[in-house]
């Protein structure tokens, strides 16, 4: 989910190039409805934490409530320590600052799929 045109055609360009199935929104409620009623499981949810309709954190949240597997990767053009020391990302989470190589967008989205879902961060709290 990235509201920005070039920036969001640019990611999944990269991701698909790795091999990667990517369904690229610009919405925050088509977001939703695809990882809900998607042709297949959503595995990743790469998210700008800056965006007009909802935050990147409302929507992981809408999305992790509707499916607990899904990771979590954030992205914004704010730096990595700015984000975190001002709350608006807590400490720990997934995070790409913006702008990225296609080669650390690859290195970031893999280390997010190693990771436990969401959901499981939060029950092991």
Known sequence: MED????????????????????????????????TNGEGPIDLLLTDLVMPEMNGQELAAAIVE????????????????????????????????????????ARAVRDTLDRPAVASEKQLA
């Open 4 to 35: 920005e045109v070039a920036v969001r055609a640019l990611a999944a360009d990269m991701l698909r190039a790795r091999g990667y199935t990517v369904h690229a929104t610009g919405s925050a409620t088509e977001a939703i409805h695809l990882a």
């Open 66 to 105: 509707r499916v607990p597997t899904v990771r979590v990767l954030f992205m914004s053009g704010y730096a990595d320590e700015a984000v975190t020391r001002h709350g608006s990302l807590e400490r720990g989470a997934a995070y790409l600052e913006k702008p990225f190589s296609g080669r650390e967008l």
